[in-house]
């Protein structure tokens, strides 16, 4: 990745990708980046960050490729900057590829397979995206939307990401790389056979979001793996402002973004709620095990995985606000979906899953 030069000041194909900045979404739309690679192999990408934590996860799941040229700073962007680009896209919240400029004649010339994919892209957009721009509520409309149709279609995230083959999007896309300098590191922790959990529940005075399992429930998961599975070392990862689970045997909170790839890469088994570690363990080929409730489990979650939903009560999440609602639709102080999800059924299925494994680190 070059500080240099803008990619349009190259003689590649110069592309300008503007992604939205939360962990999970970022890890989804490598599989955006890796098709506009696949579809001109030598193109150049700056990619437009919203924030500097934002900029830290791109370096982390794009800065193998050489394809990433210059990570940029969205204040240093006006509508005008993107003029200068062979073509320049922005993805939504909303799962929606954006085209905001797109040179003609010369995408025409230098990259007639990208030249049709914008094309078929735009067709997409122009029936399915476009009549949703005149809302004021777009981004909660087209959230709707899209997961209503994957719903209907049964279809995953990034397969409607793929704006019905416009890009060569896949489950086999999109994996995240481990650097290699950060594996002594992680050997220094001396850790063996374990499984990774995390709370996704801020260490502050908001309450959880309801697609979160909750604290009580974590806790008393933990003491009862631990009785059946005493050899399995039990280690939270998360954000520096996670609530920890006291009783996990070891707790990596808010340490270097490489280093909780490493710890994830080589865990037995990952368990949590729908989220960003969720998304980011599976590019790093660790099964996990996702508790869904109010998240949509056929929009958000993958096959390869062990994915647990509420009979109870599901997929409200973009019903009332689009987003990771902190308030129950039926006014329960803690979600009917998540409580359904007990912690001994939840150890049952753990406990069966490492049967099923070979109880050595993937290192």
């Not at 799941?61 to 240093?76: A, C, E, R, T, V």
């Not at 399992?213 to 998961?221: G, M, N, V």
């Not at 980011?280 to 929009?299: D, I, Q, R, W």
Request: with cysteine; proline share 4%; net charge neutral.
């Amino acid at each position: 990745m070059t500080n240099k030069k803008f990619a349009f000041e190259s003689d590649e194909v110069s592309i300008a990708l503007m992604l939205t900045p939360a962990l999970g979404d970022l890890v989804l739309a490598r599989k955006i980046f890796d098709a506009l690679i696949k579809l001109a192999p030598n193109c150049l990408i700056d990619i437009i960050s919203y924030n500097e934590p934002a900029k830290i996860y791109i370096k982390a799941f794009y800065g193998d490729s050489k394809n990433l040229n210059k990570i940029i700073n969205l204040q240093n962007v006006s509508e005008e900057f993107f003029q200068n680009y062979d073509a320049a896209l922005s993805v939504s919240t909303a799962h929606a590829i954006l085209i905001e400029h797109v040179n003609v004649q010369r995408i025409k010339l230098m990259s007639p397979t990208l030249f049709e994919s914008i094309i078929k892209l735009d067709a997409y957009n122009k029936e399915n995206v476009y009549p949703f721009m005149h809302s004021n509520f777009f981004s909660y409309h087209l959230r709707l939307r899209n997961v209503m149709l994957a719903r209907i279609l049964n279809k995953t995230c990034y397969e409607i990401l793929s704006c019905e083959g416009a890009l060569p999007i896949s489950e086999d896309t999109g994996k995240i790389p481990l650097l290699s300098g950060y594996k002594s590191h992680f050997d220094s922790l001396g850790l063996k056979k374990y499984i990774t959990i995390y709370s996704n529940i801020e260490r502050d005075n908001m309450p959880p979001k309801i697609k979160t399992w909750s604290i009580h429930y974590l806790r008393e998961y933990v003491s009862l793996l631990k009785k059946r599975l005493p050899q399995i070392e039990i280690i939270q990862c998360g954000g520096g402002g996670d609530i920890k689970v006291d009783n996990a045997d070891r707790h990596y909170l808010g340490v270097d973004l490489e280093l909780t790839k490493h710890i994830l890469a080589n865990s037995l088994l990952h368990v949590g709620c729908e989220g960003g570690l969720i998304h980011l363990a599976t590019a790093l080929g660790t099964k996990c095990l996702v508790l869904f409730g109010s998240s949509h489990a056929p929009f958000q979650s993958y096959p390869q995985n062990i994915n647990l939903v509420s009979d109870v009560c599901n997929s409200c999440m973009y019903i009332s606000d689009g987003g990771d609602s902190r308030t129950c639709l039926r006014g329960a102080k803690e979600p009917p979906c998540m409580l359904s999800h007990t912690p001994q059924h939840v150890c049952e299925v753990t406990c069966t899953c490492l049967q099923h494994l070979d109880l050595k680190n993937k290192a």
